[in-house]
């Protein structure tokens, strides 16, 4: 039998022993929107402005560059008349400058003229050939965006540890920075053990069934944001499970499944201790009972159940948040509340993952046995009933954790 | 001057003229769980099982495989004795078979012998050579899984528009799946216009900026569950222009920065409307207010504004969830509750977004001008202010919609 832990203590032997990755690498501001690469990377070093931004005195509006002064006594009934000496459009790089009663045309991003130090609003204007009729006056800078107005050159924009969410993608950008230091992301070993496992696409012979954690798994390791390194099937003799192992000790961290259990054939464990040492093994939690955590020269590895519905379930209660806290990412469970559809009575001594629908703010128990996939396929999420806690009324109001995150 | 519509008249044209991508494409389920393969595809068709799971009755806890009658009279004082006639592992494929007062030990996940109706657990037997002392009686089909009790043979195991959560393609691999047909990701062309913009990586003369819209727009893509693809930025010349639009238009939808205000050199609006029909343009928001859609060929085109808070913040309100419908995928945006740190008062005609930083259960506005990129990149969220609403007071609760989804 299985020396079980409860729930909380495997929870902090587990956040004990996750560290956040420590490598990191270059990664180019062109390659980042692509494709295959992961969004929510996190930075691993500060960012110092090498330029203002806007590196220019610039026109906000469309309008005329002005001398405020010679605006103040325009209204609308009496008009004041400026002489119109050039137009910029933005981009523009030439240099301007304006005089007394004169105005620049400018086009809403350009260089401000020298000498200018206010934009009349085009709608306030009205042209007449080179004299431009003004009915509003401006006040000091109206209308402009001062250079270093958004950021200042050398202070730090962003800082190590930040997460590059899309604005501050734009800031990297803004300041023209082609690469940028980020954390690595994880590299995540998954394989499964067992005879009686056999990979998708393969024939289904009398006896076997279909490796499903495998790719449930590998799942969960993407939603983190990490990278699933699919390892072969370990099958049930010793020296393949060791090699196996020895593969997945070039990832940052390997999930077994299958394995953990107590039966005869069951070499997790055994192959686990001769290399290292095991953390946990077993948790009073159903289903999900016979999960493993153990440290191989500072690898860590989970074994999970091998029943499917245990194996996913440990995977959204555990591996998740561990995964998140190793990229560096924040980790929040979605939460609903709902009330219990009918009557829910536990006789486990252990704490319960129950999955359920949702409907109609009511929440309906559609777990079946901790082997059927089809437990969690069809559930919105899952309740968690305490060791303490043996009933639900019906119309009970519970909080539901939703899968999706 | 732009005829601006109000937001729900925005949302409503956007709502109405985007359409679910109709496109698929078959995905291998080993290729599904690679790196460069996004998570969250919808499947567009429905799933029927080709096997029964398990595909045959099956042992759910290591023990012994008896009939059940066999161990009706056993108690913990006295127990039955029952001969044992093999032992059992799983993924073993030969044909077993056991007769009155025998058993078979037998793991987890085993085939059940044939004339075994129910499976002792271990922990109730104590072994004796060949005799098996059973200390306690088991019910039919106890500990037993039976073929199909998972997934039935033939039925629909998952339903076209169904979102492949970690569940499902469990269910997927548990029925041996090799390959299923699910909805195209939609390819979104980028880029930006105006001859003062320059990409990251170039040289940056006066009176030029860092093109920071279409990386920002990029995230957003990527968030939504789409592939970016970046065009280079068109200039100010219609020819360069038209051009871009013609490679953008081979994509599934495009979204253009930049060229959507009312300046001289404003000719998106000139091009589009040579090319197909503008839907919307100009909306009663702050920042934002120049943002365009359109219709080219069936093609719907973004005109996003230029300003990189404006652009930006509206990728949010109006491309995130857009994006989202042409995926098939649901969006819901993030809310939480805050109170204001401070008065604040509109004094705009227009729906008002201002982007908030959170702290303490306080929302402190951040937005400088919709220019500066750091009004976005120093932000948690968005408060709305609605153009009927001219004042929030200091303490006033409000709710913030997290950029976070």
Not at 139 to 164: M, Y
Not at 192 to 212: A, C, F, Q, R, S
Not at 291 to 312: E, Q, Y
Not at 362 to 389: C, H, L, N, Q, R
Request: net charge positive.
């Amino acid at each position: 039998m299985l020396n079980a832990i409860s729930l909380e203590e495997a929870q902090k032997i587990i956040k004990e022993n996750i560290v956040p990755i420590q490598k990191t690498e270059i990664l180019k501001i062109k390659d980042f929107v692509k494709f295959n690469v992961l969004t929510d990377r996190v930075l691993a070093t500060d960012v110092i402005a090498g330029i203002d931004v806007p590196s220019f005195d610039k026109a906000t509006m469309d309008g005329y560059a002005v001398k405020f002064e010679d605006t103040q006594k325009a209204t609308p009934e009496n008009h004041i008349n400026l002489n119109l000496s050039a137009s910029i459009f933005a981009g523009n790089n030439e240099k301007f400058k304006i005089k007394n009663r004169e105005c620049i045309y400018i086009t809403t991003g350009s260089v401000l003229p020298d000498n200018a130090d206010a934009v009349v609003m085009v709608e306030h204007t009205k042209r007449d050939g080179d004299k431009i009729k003004i009915f509003k006056p401006v006040r000091l800078l109206e209308n402009i965006g001062k250079k270093g107005e958004d950021i200042k050159k050398n202070i730090v924009v962003l800082k190590k540890g930040e997460i590059l969410t899309p604005g501050k993608i734009g800031v990297l950008a803004a300041i023209g920075i082609k690469e940028i230091d980020v954390y690595s992301i994880p590299r995540v070993a998954i394989f499964g053990t067992g005879n009686e496992i056999v990979n998708v696409g393969k024939n289904l012979t009398h006896g076997k069934i279909y490796d499903v954690n495998s790719w449930t798994i590998a799942c969960i390791v993407k939603k983190a944001g990490c990278i699933p390194v699919m390892l072969k099937i370990a099958g049930d003799k010793e020296e393949i499970l060791q090699k196996r192992l020895d593969e997945a000790l070039q990832c940052d961290v390997a999930i077994i499944s299958g394995g953990s259990s107590v039966g005869e054939k069951d070499l997790l464990s055994k192959v686990l201790e001769s290399n290292g040492k095991i953390l946990f093994h077993g948790v009073n939690i159903k289903p999900g009972k016979p999960t493993l955590f153990g440290d191989v020269n500072g690898k860590l590895i989970f074994g999970m159940p091998g029943n499917p519905t245990s194996c996913l379930m440990n995977a959204y209660v555990f591996l998740l948040p561990a995964l998140r806290k190793m990229t560096h990412l924040p980790f929040e469970r979605k939460m609903v509340k709902a009330k219990m559809s009918e009557k829910f009575v536990s006789n486990s001594d252990r704490h319960l993952f129950i999955t359920v629908k949702l409907e109609n703010g009511y929440v309906k128990a559609v777990y079946k046995t901790s082997g059927a996939i089809t437990s969690m396929s069809s559930a919105d999420g899952f309740i968690e009933i305490p060791t303490d806690k043996k009933m639900i009324e019906k119309d009970e109001e519970v909080d539901v954790n939703l899968f999706e995150i």
